[in-house]
């Protein structure tokens, strides 16, 4: 006399086919809260780290959305940019803590003869900064314009100008050497009051940025600590509803 006992695997089997079938809807659910909640993040971050980020830097971390075939969502920087220099790559030194890149208003200056190899542009005491802490596009281009025209600020200049810069009235940029420091230099005040004032200073070292961006712990926290959570919700709701057709 004997008793058999067999295991009925039929539930486990239409529960485990009821979740493959919901799992990549609600995988990609989850992934999508949690990206945006990095974004979200990222964002907050910027605005702590920069003092006052301009609107592109400010939401320049975008998402692309996880599908049900693709199972990724994508963080990322914004890698272009209508004008200008993209946030990915003006913000990757602040995420990897490297050299920045050359300027291109350095590239300009050293193709004109007026950057020694190897020197970089900083600014310098007398720089006039914007509400973002940097040197306006528009200072840029009339430096560039100035010092390459002539060593001569009034060179191109209007008869009435130039009667001005005789009787000791010019602002011009310039490029030269004053006590030992090379740089761009602005001519300001009148004749007997005459000063310059450092706006750009020629620096050998390169400029580097630390790491103060923690891009890529932020996103790896959230994911970490949310992701489980989300992918939970997403299947209990994935599965309710379809309870209820």
């Given at each position: 006399?004997?008793?058999?006992?067999?295991?009925?695997?039929?539930?486990?089997?239409?529960?485990?086919?009821?979740?493959?079938?919901?799992?990549?809807?609600?995988?990609?659910v989850a992934l999508n809260n949690v990206a945006f909640r990095i974004r979200g993040e990222e964002r907050s971050e910027i605005g702590?780290?920069?003092?006052?980020?301009?609107?592109?830097?400010?939401?320049?971390?975008?998402?692309?959305?996880?599908?049900?075939?693709?199972?990724?969502?994508?963080?990322?920087?914004?890698?272009?940019?209508?004008?200008?220099?993209?946030?990915?790559?003006?913000?990757?030194?602040?995420?990897?803590?490297?050299?920045?890149?050359?300027?291109?208003?350095?590239?300009?200056?050293?193709?004109?003869?007026?950057?020694?190899?190897?020197?970089?542009?900083?600014?310098?005491?007398?720089?006039?900064?914007?509400?973002?802490?940097?040197?306006?596009?528009?200072?840029?281009?009339?430096?560039?314009?100035?010092?390459?025209?002539?060593?001569?600020?009034?060179?191109?200049?209007?008869?009435?100008?130039?009667?001005?810069?005789?009787?000791?009235?010019?602002?011009?940029?310039?490029?030269?050497?004053?006590?030992?420091?090379?740089?761009?230099?602005?001519?300001?005040?009148?004749?007997?009051?005459?000063?310059?004032?450092?706006?750009?200073?020629?620096?050998?070292?390169?400029?580097?940025?630390?790491?103060?961006?923690?891009?890529?712990?932020?996103?790896?926290?959230?994911?970490?600590?949310?992701?489980?959570?989300?992918?939970?919700?997403?299947?209990?709701?994935?599965?309710?509803?379809?309870?209820?057709?």
């Amino acid at each position: 006399m004997d008793v058999s006992i067999k295991l009925d695997t039929s539930v486990f089997d239409r529960a485990l086919t009821e979740l493959k079938r919901h799992l990549p809807y609600a995988s990609s659910v989850a992934l999508n809260n949690v990206a945006f909640r990095i974004r979200g993040e990222e964002r907050s971050e910027i605005g702590r780290v920069f003092m006052n980020p301009t609107r592109l830097t400010q939401n320049s971390v975008l998402v692309k959305k996880a599908t049900k075939r693709s199972g990724v969502a994508k963080i990322y920087i914004r890698d272009e940019a209508t004008k200008g220099t993209a946030p990915s790559k003006y913000l990757a030194p602040a995420v990897f803590g490297t050299s920045r890149n050359e300027k291109r208003f350095e590239r300009a200056l050293r193709h004109a003869g007026l950057l020694p190899a190897g020197m970089y542009a900083v600014a310098g005491e007398g720089a006039k900064l914007n509400k973002y802490g940097n040197i306006s596009a528009a200072t840029y281009t009339k430096i560039l314009s100035q010092v390459r025209a002539s060593s001569d600020p009034t060179q191109n200049a209007t008869n009435s100008k130039r009667s001005k810069s005789k009787r000791g009235i010019t602002k011009g940029y310039f490029v030269g050497k004053i006590e030992g420091t090379l740089g761009v230099w602005q001519r300001v005040g009148y004749k007997r009051r005459r000063s310059v004032r450092p706006i750009l200073i020629f620096v050998k070292k390169k400029p580097n940025y630390r790491k103060r961006f923690p891009f890529f712990r932020i996103a790896e926290g959230i994911a970490r600590r949310h992701f489980p959570i989300e992918l939970d919700k997403a299947m209990d709701r994935a599965i309710a509803t379809a309870k209820r057709r």
